[in-house]
């Protein structure tokens, strides 16, 4: 099971004439017709989808991946930057069953959420579509359910077999800071009061940490307990890497750190949590430094 950042899990169309605009973006088509996600017919609230095609010419605004993943873009910025494997992205989404409910969105929040890649945060299908998106894009992604939950569902939000669509908006894709020793920092929430920590001071926190890489998940988490963590920065047994990344940390700052094995628990790993030379992630939200 993926680890869902906020709510109990992670999920427009528009009929226009296709066309470019001076700034590189691209929106819509006229045409629309029923598709496939996987096994299953797909529709959306209007029972319609984007054509693969407008007027013989392919459409731009459609991507048709493995096993029936499928992109439909109404706002395509080819210009801007484009999502890449580990980069943390600011978005706004609406999760729902294909052909059913919606099960999870960024609406309580009140804001945009991060999400990282590479992480094993997401379910596959998300993290392949991402890739394909750049930052301003909106549209949505439809997962089969292979690259979903797949024959288990998710409790009782998504069914077994259940094909999943994301309407999402691309706000921002995060620049991380990057430290001395290759420890990067990509700071979702910034802060303009308070100081980074001195030696000696008390830094608590709460986090989710992950192992990197094609295997990456969630190994550990300060919410378990309902307690947040502390440790003395620079003066305490914790890794190099956490220690580097909040020299740059405010109170009241998030951020993703990015943590390379030999500032990790390196060739020993960590019990049977991290396997030896592994890359991790800390998802980091300082509470206080005193």
Known sequence: MKYMLYLTAFTALVSCELKGVDDGEETGTTDSVKVTVGENVVLDENGRMLSDSVNGVPNQMVYNGEKGLRIEWTKKNTTAQQIRLNDVVMINYHARVAGGEEYDSNDPIGEPVPVKTNIGMLIEGWEKGLLFMHKGDKGRIMIPNAMAYGED?????????????????????????????????????????????????????DYFAFIKGEDGHLYDNSF?????????????????????????????????????????????GLLDLVPENSDIVYDVRVVSIE
């Open 224 to 268: 378990k307990n309902g307690v947040s963590f502390s440790f003395k920065f620079e003066n305490a047994g914790v890794v190099d890497g956490l220690h580097q990344g909040m020299s740059v940390m405010k109170a009241g700052e998030n951020a993703y750190f990015e943590i390379p094995a030999k500032l990790a628990y390196g060739k020993k």
């Open 153 to 205: 569902g998710y409790l009782d939000k998504v069914p077994p077999k259940a094909d999943i669509i994301v309407d999402i908006e691309i706000i921002d894709i995060i620049t991380p800071i990057v430290l001395e020793e290759g420890v990067k920092v990509y700071k979702w929430k910034t802060s303009d009061t308070g100081k980074t920590p001195e030696k000696n001071q008390l830094i608590t926190f």
